[in-house]
């Protein structure tokens, strides 16, 4: 399987702006420039784009390994927080809230370290990964 992804960039950069879009069209030309990336601009960023795609991610690889546990999910919510530091992303934080029938404490944890380690989001980036859980 393979997906996509495109960038348009017209001008300089503190001057200029761009556009994103998605295969899906979900993201069709969304707006991005250097104020939403370094300041508080109108539009996305990739940080924002990555952290979308991580929490995304790894809330489905949780849901899997849980199912595979044989629990019945009600909710997993996670937000994820990129954290960009003299240009590198040096940590992605996954903040989890979940309601799942009959699943003990220990358990869930361990599914959720199981997910932080394997979703393909977080084999995929380099940088320090930490996730806080909690069973609602």
Same mark, same amino acid.
């Given at each position: 399987?393979?997906? /996509?992804g495109?960038?348009?960039?017209?001008?300089?950069?503190?001057?200029?702006n761009? +556009? +994103?879009?998605?295969?899906s069209?979900?993201?069709? /030309?969304?707006?991005?420039?250097?104020?939403?990336?370094?300041?508080?601009?109108?539009?996305? /960023?990739?940080?924002?784009?990555?952290?979308?795609?991580?929490?995304?991610?790894?809330?489905?690889?949780?849901?899997?390994?849980?199912?595979?546990?044989?629990?019945?999910?009600?909710?997993?919510?996670?937000?994820?927080?990129?954290?960009?530091v003299?240009?590198?992303?040096?940590?992605?934080?996954?903040?989890?809230?979940?309601? &799942?029938s009959?699943?003990?404490?220990?358990?869930f944890?361990?599914?959720?370290?199981?997910a932080?380690?394997?979703?393909? &989001?977080?084999?995929?980036? /380099?940088a320090?990964?930490?996730t806080?859980?909690?069973?609602?």
């Amino acid at each position: 399987m393979k997906r /996509n992804g495109t960038a348009v960039w017209k001008g300089s950069l503190k001057e200029g702006n761009g +556009v +994103v879009s998605t295969q899906s069209k979900v993201l069709d /030309n969304a707006q991005y420039s250097f104020k939403s990336r370094f300041e508080e601009g109108i539009g996305t /960023n990739p940080e924002e784009l990555i952290a979308a795609a991580h929490a995304g991610c790894f809330t489905m690889q949780l849901s899997a390994y849980i199912g595979e546990e044989g629990f019945e999910i009600e909710s997993i919510e996670t937000k994820c927080d990129i954290d960009l530091v003299d240009g590198t992303i040096v940590t992605s934080h996954l903040t989890v809230s979940a309601k &799942v029938s009959g699943i003990s404490a220990d358990v869930f944890q361990q599914q959720v370290t199981k997910a932080e380690k394997n979703c393909p &989001v977080s084999k995929l980036l /380099n940088a320090a990964i930490s996730t806080t859980a909690t069973l609602v």
